[in-house]
């Protein structure tokens, strides 16, 4: 990675920082209801290290982001679009959320690299016109099952999909979608506990 990257990729894990001492603070302002909103809730360092390598093994793949949120994420996924010379198509629900990541995509030079898309995520993944190698699935849980759906008959051969949030905080949404994955042809997958738990599966119809 070059300096450019890290130094946007070590400006959110400062961010995260703050965000987890101030959860950890009594005395911190809270505004109930739109503190999700607020946090980065990112997946963290580990499993973004682990999809940057897993997307790197893929030549040119054309990557899926569900759930752009800031940005945290995407960083990971386009340093390894451009390094493979793929894409990244990250899609969110809210327009301000969007607009940072690509904020931050542009100071880490990866924006090129990179299309946002701001909208509902299933009716988005429907109208994709290409075929997709790798899916990262980090959105609201109820829409996991849903988005697995949508996307499952754009998948190429050899395709990797990856879960976040399996263990934590886990609940029967990331079930249904576990049992679904699991049950469908050409599927093998398995769960990892790294960050809050995710599940890393390879499509091989």
């Not at 302002?29 to 980065?40: F, K, V, Y």
């Not at 959320?97 to 299933?122: I, P, Q, Y």
């Not at 997709?132 to 999909?161: H, M, Q, S």
């Amino acid at each position: 990675m070059d300096d450019k990257v890290t130094a946007v990729l070590a400006a959110y894990h400062e961010r995260m920082r703050q965000e987890r001492e101030e959860r950890h603070d009594r005395h911190a302002p809270h505004r109930a209801g739109d503190w999700r909103d607020r946090q980065l809730l990112a997946v963290g360092p580990d499993t973004g290290r682990l999809i940057n390598i897993l997307a790197r093994s893929l030549p040119a793949p054309a990557i899926l982001e569900l759930g752009t949120s800031y940005g945290y994420s995407g960083i990971w996924l386009a340093e390894a679009a451009r390094a493979t010379g793929g894409r990244l198509i990250t899609m969110e629900k809210e327009e301000y959320k969007s607009a940072h990541a690509r904020e931050m995509a542009t100071k880490a030079g990866l924006a090129d690299h990179v299309e946002f898309k701001v909208g509902d995520a299933v009716a988005m993944i429907a109208a994709l016109p290409v075929k997709l190698d790798f899916v990262l699935v980090d959105l609201w849980k109820d829409l996991y099952l849903p988005c697995l759906e949508a996307f499952l008959p754009k998948l190429n051969g050899g395709a990797i999909v990856v879960a976040d949030n399996m263990l934590r905080p886990g609940g029967e949404d990331v079930q249904r979608y576990a049992r679904a994955l699991r049950a469908t042809a050409g599927m093998s997958s398995v769960l990892l506990p790294v960050g809050t738990g995710i599940e890393v599966s390879r499509y091989e119809p």
